[in-house]
């Protein structure tokens, strides 16, 4: 398969916790992607990058979230001390760096926060 | 900041029926816009990707439009079936490369 790839696919845990996601994106691919989803709700755009560089975060990226991809391939979201509010679906795209790149999505992570 | 809406929210139909459904964007100045597929749960399938040039694409019974001075693009799906059932989502990527998504339309085509 080589589509985008998430891990795990879903995750439960316990309010306070650390929890790291994982995204590797399509192979020829240098820009990646994630976004948060909640129900009934579109995606939201949380950061992006272009081979390592982390080149635009959102407001919603708050200072318990970090995403890094560190040799331009893969891509780690954590997030520090869950709240109930952190309770989404986190997406990863990734696309040629064009500005008319078509972005594939992976079928997300979907974390629950107790 | 891009806004992107979709209307109707839900739309249900007969099988057989063609259907339109519609997004608007309130900053023209895009470099695409794009639609997707989402099914329950799962992550998001890209349908068909209009560049800011361009007015139209297809994809078998799928059409996409683009109307920039507007602020307006259409999916249209003919001869509906059941598994096109989904909630159908377009984005809109401006020239900051941050695409926006609209909260998307849920469609229910009953056989």
């Known amino acids: 398969d080589t589509g985008v790839s998430q891990d795990p696919r879903h995750k439960i845990t316990k309010r306070g916790q650390n929890v790291t996601f994982r995204c590797d994106p399509i192979?020829?691919?240098?820009?990646l992607y994630w976004y948060r989803q909640t129900l009934g709700q579109g995606p939201e755009f949380l950061t992006y990058?272009?081979?390592?560089?982390?080149?635009?975060k959102s407001r919603l990226l708050s200072d318990r979230f970090s995403a890094e991809r560190p040799k331009g391939s893969f891509s780690t979201l954590e997030i520090q001390r869950t709240e109930q509010g952190d309770s989404a679906m986190y997406l990863c795209?990734?696309?040629?760096?064009?500005?008319?790149?078509?972005?594939?999505f992976g079928e997300g992570s979907r974390l629950t926060v107790l | 900041k891009q806004e992107v809406t979709q209307i109707p929210a839900a739309l249900s139909v007969p099988e057989g029926e063609n259907l339109v459904l519609n997004c608007s964007f309130t900053?023209?100045?895009?470099?695409?816009l794009q639609w997707f597929r989402q099914d329950p749960g799962k992550g998001l399938t890209s349908l068909l990707l209009?560049?800011?040039?361009?007015r139209e694409q297809t994809s078998g019974r799928l059409n996409a439009s683009l109307d920039k001075s507007s602020g307006r693009s259409t999916l249209y799906i003919a001869a509906s079936q059941p598994g096109d059932s989904a909630t159908y989502l377009c984005?809109?990527?401006?020239?900051?490369?941050?695409?926006?998504f609209g909260a998307g339309t849920r469609l229910t085509v009953k056989p």
């Open positions: 990058f272009q081979n390592e560089a982390q080149l635009e």
């Open positions: 900053d023209s100045a895009i470099y695409n």
């Open positions: 984005a809109a990527t401006p020239k900051n490369n941050d695409m926006r």
């Open positions: 192979s020829e691919h240098n820009r």
């Open positions: 209009i560049q800011s040039s361009q």
């Open positions: 795209a990734s696309s040629l760096a064009t500005p008319t790149g078509e972005l594939f």
